[in-house]
Each structure stands twice: as C-alpha cells, then as structure tokens.
C-alpha cells in the first residue's frame, strides 16, 4: 500500500488553528507547536489550507504568490520547518494548490491587465465585450453576478469564476500549464508531500465560450426571494470540459516523477458519481484521491451511507476512496446534520465512525475530533464573500446568509478565554468552547477519545487500512459491514437513528464501541442504543 492509502489526514485550517503571536490569527508557529497534540491524536497527514499572500478576499483562494509564504502566516522556514518536522515523525504535508485563478494582485495578472500586447496577457481569458455591448456570454459567477469583468484601460472583459478579484487562468495557454508546473515543483523539491487541488471543475471551459442553455428544472423566477442566476443555467459550458483530462495526466505525470510518491487530492463540485470517477483516468495515470461531493453534502447518517456506497460503485479499478465529510466549505458535521448549532455527541462519534471506518482515505477537518458545531456569527463579523452573496439574493437555503464562517472559527484548546487559540482578539469568534481538547482528552467518553481510539485502531488492523468493504444485509437502520483483509476481519454496525434497534452482528466478541467494552461478548442478534457504534471480531 502507498502511504497515502494507510494515512489519516488532517485538514487544518491554518488560520483558525493555533495563535502564536497574539494576532488573533492562526499561523504556521502555532501550528507547529502542536506536533504532540496530532501525534496523540493519531493522524498521519496534514493538508494545509492555502498559506501565500494572499488579500484575502477569498482567505487564502485568491494567490497573489504562489512561491511564498503569506507573513501573517510566518515564513518559508517555518512551513519547510514544519514539514521537516513531520517528517521526522513519519508523517507528511501537503498545500492546497490553486491553479484555476489567482488573486488579481499576483504579478502575472497585473502584467496581463497592463495592455493588449502584455506578455502574459494570454494566461487569462479576456474577450472583447458582445456585439453591442455587455459581457462576451452569460456565465456566472460561484459568488454571484456575471463572470466577466470589463477592464476600462484596455477595453476587454476577462473571465472570473469566483470574485472579480479572482481571474481565471487560460490554461489553454501551454505558457500557463509550464508555469504552474513550476509552482508544483518548487514545493515537491522542497520536500512537500502533495497536493490538494482547487476547484479543479474550472480549469477547462469551452472552447468557443457558448452562453450556457437555461436550466428546465428550475422553478424560481428572476427577482424571486433566493433566485440564483447560476443555478438557472445548466453549467454546460462553463466548467469541465472533456480537454481537461490531459491536463491532469500531465499534473500526474509530473509527481509520478518524484521518489517521495506525492500526492493529488482533486476538489471538483461535482454530485455526479459517474463524472466523479472520471478524475481517477484509468486509476493510476490521473488524481489518486478525490473529494467527494455527496459526502460533504450529506445532511444525515443514512445519506453518508448512501454516497459512501456510490463512490464504491463508481471508481475504476485500481482507484483508491477518500472520504470526507466536512471541511471549510460546508457546515460542520452535526451541524449539517441536526440543521442547527447545538452539540451533539452522540452524533459525533457516530459520524466519527462512519468516516474512519468503512475503506478510504479519511480526511479529518480540524475541530470534528471534539464534535464541534458551527459557530452562529453575528451579522457584523461575517467576512466571508458567500455571506455576503447570500444575504444579496435572500438564499432561504442558507439562513441568515451566514456564508462558511461558521464552519472556520478557531479551534477549542482550552476553556479559559478566547479558547486558549490566541492571547489576542481572535479574527471570528469563538463560539462556546465548552468542547475542547483539555477537557476531551481527559475523558475516555469524549468524541476526541473515540477519535483517538478509532484512529490508532486503523493503525492496528489491517482489516480497516486495506480490508474489503462488504455490507451486509440488515434494516435499513443500521449501517452494518465487514471489513476483510488476508489476516484480520471485523464487522461494524452503526445505528444510523435515534431509536434503539436491532442487528444482526453475529456471535463475537467487542473490539470497539461507543457504549461497550472491549471483550465484551455480543450474540448474533444485539440490540443497540440510539447512535450507536460497535466494532466486533469474531
Ligand atoms: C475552495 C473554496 C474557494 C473556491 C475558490 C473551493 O472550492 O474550497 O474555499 O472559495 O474553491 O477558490
């Protein structure tokens, strides 16, 4: 196995992880003090949300330099310290990569803006307006109006996927292909473990740049409370275009070379599992992993189980799952799950499990360990640009508009003030930090604990690393499989309600559970309580 198929990642969310200098913000220093802690919890890769200079209108998304490390964040030497660091105890580090746009402070797009005939005028989209004016065609933009912005000095519109301050790059272009084949080198040479890529649905539009035709589906009309230009349109056109595929071999190709096996994480918002697969090629020349979008989606257990299960139907042979559940972009866990922002244990580790127990690469977002809801951010702190798109169109899918703020506030270390995240004011708040690493590790009953022990427990059975995932029949509310390798089988069963019920286990003994010890013994059929989890040899 690679290491990337036996790893559990961690996602930090740098920015909201640990304060070392009273900033109120999150940086590489603090994160590095907190080597133990990870090493405690068991995980054995980090993925870092973007670290470069950034303006942050887009925290982090919007690159100004892709060769450097953003100050608030400290310098290169702490992030190829830090990566040194890990290595040192077998463990390694990837960067979000962000090659479909960049912030329109980075060089290349203030040469490209600057005339005509600029050098790199190329590297980014930019039409004459339509006939008679207005934008070259109707696509819009993810955070809202028109993807096209008319630049007055020269007289052409270019192409934003994301905020105006986030042109994207032609990668058309073979000019821009080289260059950030540049970007991906300069980490990988120095020791940087891989890549998790942005937004990868973005990098290949139409050629001809067509309007997308309206979307049939949709019901709400122009001015409606929520109606979204976007989601109006049928996105075929303006995103993942078949050409893309040669390019992400050639992305392939170019880690494949390194010795220390880097690897590639695609984001594509993309629901369909078919599509999905195609970002694994023929399963070893494109992506090795893949965020999956129905899991980040997943507004309960049973739908978890669900797009789990369709992800395994999915992938070529020879492709490796990851599976996520929550990261910068959606809502926490519980939160998803429960639609509002109270605690919930139970559901935690439930969800824990249901994450780190079925075969794949988990990624861990930083804060789930301790079952930390979303934050509720008073209209005044939003800062994220979705929150303010939201609050524009009245979205009654998201209420309040509150954006993906709630989903990033710092970790919860302590319970003293500001969460022990930082000596200074922290740049969105805390939340109720009664959830936090002092007070869960301290507790065998804690979700950090059950996060602990699930996490050193794939360490220990092969069965969870490598085993085959075989689902066995049982009511639909419980989720119950076998994990099976040459040596070592394990069966587990997740009562996906709140309501006691019923499995059929099969006589064994506990290895893990959220209400039983181990040893205990278990008959074939067991009752369970609400949300519970038990992992069982035979
Ligand atoms: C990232 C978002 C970001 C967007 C634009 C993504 O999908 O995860 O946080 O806003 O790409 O870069």
Redesign the pocket.
Known sequence: MKWWQRSAVYHVYVRSFRDSNGDGIGDLPGLASELDYLSDLDVDALWLSPIHPSPND??G??VADYEAVHPEYGSLDDLLGLAEALHERGKRLLLDL?P??TSSEHAWFQESRSARTARTRDWYVWRDPAPGGGPPNNWQS?FGGSAWELDDATGQYYLHS?LVT?PDLNWRNPEVVDAMHGVMRYWLDRGIDGFRV??VQQLMKDPELRSNPPNAAYRLMPGEPGYDARRAQELRHCHFHEDIWDLVRGMRRLVDAYEHDPVLIA?V?IFEPERFARLFGDGSDSFHLGIYFPLTHAKGLAEMRAATESLYRALPSGAWPSLVHG???VPRVVSRMRGDTDGDDALAKAAAAALLLPRGTPIVYYGEELGMPSVRIPDARLVDP?AARNRRRGDPESPGGHG?DPSRTPMHWTGAANAGFTTGDPWLPIGDATRNVEAQRGDDGSVWSWYALLLALRHERTALRSGRYVALESSPDVWLFDRIAARDELRVAINLTRDPTIAPLGAGHVVAGTHRAPGDPVEAATSLAPLEVVIVAS
């Open positions: 887009d925290f998304y919007d962000v479909s746009h993810v994301y986030q942005d937004a984001e918002a990261n910068h972009d979705v993906r």
